[in-house]
């Protein structure tokens, strides 16, 4: 049981629910805390083979990090917290499981650093990301810096975080930053049905194939290709392997083991 998070578990996809409408959903230390302990105990969950998570409430997907308790921090505590964003972030990516955010409304700082460290991102059509910490007398602090301009390039992310300038769903869906971007509506049903079909493909495809994208970005086009090699011989070692390959021939579903 978490004070702030709802966690729901449902074939093989686990529901995480960040639970602070009022404050609109925005990252406090405890609720850094809670979401460490969550992704870790969900990265050794066997039912669990994907992982959503969505803030409460219609406003925001995570609004940033929580102002009230931030803005009394000395240097060395403001440190320690965005190194435990930072560790949040990292853990989110390492684990061998996807990781998909359904961004329902605002994601601001700490709230648009979470979504980029997620997979990828399904919003609603209400959503606005950006990164105004500059705005505010300060600067992103749990990896706003180094992602974004990874994934959009550095001249656009020098602009937005200089800026402070929020940004609409569809314009972050031009941009890279989403994968989809629906009614509000119909947010959960696309994302949950998408979650549902990656559930039911190999456990350990899908976890070699993360590793194998993210670690690849931190090398070259060579060592990527490498690595990405060394992964798929390894899972012909496995049962999944002889089992997907038998049920196509087969022309029937297969029936995965994670093994």
Not at 14 to 33: C, E, G, T, W
């Amino acid at each position: 049981m978490y004070q702030d998070l709802l966690l729901e578990k449902n074939d093989g996809v686990a529901l995480l629910k960040i639970n602070r409408p009022k404050a609109m959903n925005s990252l406090n230390d405890a609720v850094l805390d809670q979401l460490l302990h969550a992704f870790e105990v969900l990265a050794l969950d066997r039912e669990v083979r994907v992982v959503v998570i969505t803030g409460a409430g219609e406003k925001a997907f995570v609004a940033g990090a929580d102002i009230a308790e931030m803005k009394n921090c000395d240097v060395q505590q403001a440190l320690a917290f965005s190194r435990k964003g930072q560790q949040l972030m990292t853990l989110i990516g390492k684990i061998a499981k996807p990781v998909i955010a359904a961004v329902n409304g605002f994601a601001l700082g700490g709230g648009l650093e979470l979504m980029m460290a997620c997979d990828f991102a399904y919003a609603s059509e209400n959503t606005k990301v950006g990164l105004p910490e500059v705005t505010l007398g300060v600067m992103p602090g749990f990896g706003g810096t180094q992602n974004l301009a990874r994934l959009i390039g550095r001249s656009r992310a020098n602009e937005l975080i200089f800026s402070g300038r929020l940004i609409t769903a569809a314009e972050a869906k031009s941009w890279g930053l989403l994968c989809g971007v629906f009614p509000a509506e119909n947010l959960m049903t696309e994302v949950l049905a998408t979650a549902g079909k990656i559930a039911g493909n190999s456990r350990l495809g899908v976890a070699h194939a993360k590793d194998a994208v993210k670690a690849g970005l931190d090398m070259s086009v060579a060592e990527g290709l490498g690595y990405e090699a060394i992964h798929f011989a390894s899972l012909f070692a496995t049962k999944d392997q002889k089992e997907g390959m038998m049920a196509f021939i087969e022309k029937r579903k297969p029936a995965f083991v994670g093994a």
